[in-house]
């Protein structure tokens, strides 16, 4: 499998390690009133969809960016690369 | 006070050199180095500092390059290495200190010289050798790429230039990168 790096392009996926749904950056608020049935969802409940998957990957043995990479389950086909920075400053978070 | 005699990462007192074919492959024990990671919100001021202590501009993705006293290798998004010679002679010529005292609080600077291993590879060939040792693509590694792969399980840096190709990786794996590089260089050749 080659994921496309958005800055290195195609790269073996031998290069990567798989952390899992990519909804793991939503990290709950702790000090909120709802923060122990928050952390319950996050901490154990995901779907597990045949088809279209939103995921992090490290790239442990290039740049150690985190990447959000959109994949079907199903076939494998990657039909989206992003950097997980780059996701993470559009919800407004960052600089 | 010790008097202690400095060994290269693979032992001796002087640093070891091997021609295989047409490739010749030296340790390189004198150079200092020292990554640059520029803090949050300061990426452009951090870029454009770094760019005039080498007196080149910092390289882009991917890339290294080479000032009129030091070079530096991209490693991630604002994020580099810088190398420069290494002189046990005299402590001001430290290069984290150096950087540190330039960037100030736009980056943080920290010193990496005892943590990796230099092999400078010249020669011809270094295609064929080079496609048996990792996965980069090779006829895409141009004078002045510089990307981090995997050589033998060791998380390394290959650096493209014109004098040929340069090796970083894990000092304390020193004589197992050497021993991958030796291997491959007899099977290429």
Not at chain 2, 115 to 126: E, T
């Amino acid at each position: 499998m080659i994921i496309n790096h958005p800055l290195l392009g195609p790269c073996d996926a031998q290069e990567f390690t798989y952390l899992g749904d990519a909804r793991l950056i939503d990290r709950p608020d702790g000090m909120a009133g709802d923060a122990e049935d928050a952390f319950y969802h996050y901490a154990y409940l995901r779907d597990n969809p045949a088809g279209e998957h939103r995921e992090l990957w490290f790239h442990e043995q290039g740049d150690r960016s985190w990447l959000v990479v959109t994949r079907n389950t199903v076939t494998h086909q990657i039909t989206s690369v992003e950097l997980a920075r780059d996701v993470a400053r559009k919800q407004g978070r960052g600089v | 006070m010790h008097d202690l005699a400095p060994l290269t990462a693979l032992g001796s007192s002087a640093p070891q050199r091997d021609t295989i074919g047409p490739v010749t492959i030296t340790e390189n024990p004198d150079r200092a180095l020292a990554s640059v990671a520029a803090r949050l919100g300061q990426d452009a001021a951090c870029t454009k500092a770094l760019a005039s202590v080498l007196g080149t501009s910092a390289p882009d993705v991917a890339q290294c390059v080479q000032g009129p006293a030091l070079g530096a290798f991209w490693m991630a998004q604002h994020c580099w290495i810088v190398d420069g010679p290494y002189d046990l002679d005299d402590p001001q010529t430290d290069l984290a200190a150096r950087l540190k005292a330039e960037l100030g609080d736009m980056a943080s600077v920290t010193d990496q010289s005892g943590a990796w291993v230099r092999f400078d590879v010249h020669g011809d060939g270094l295609g064929a050798l080079f496609e048996r040792l990792c996965n980069l693509d090779m006829a895409r590694m141009t004078d002045g790429t510089a990307r981090r792969t995997m050589i033998d399980h060791l998380g390394c840096f290959v650096l493209s230039h014109r004098g040929g190709n340069t090796v970083y990786g894990p000092r304390s794996s020193a004589q197992s990168l050497h021993h991958a590089l030796i291997t491959a260089a007899r099977s290429a050749f």
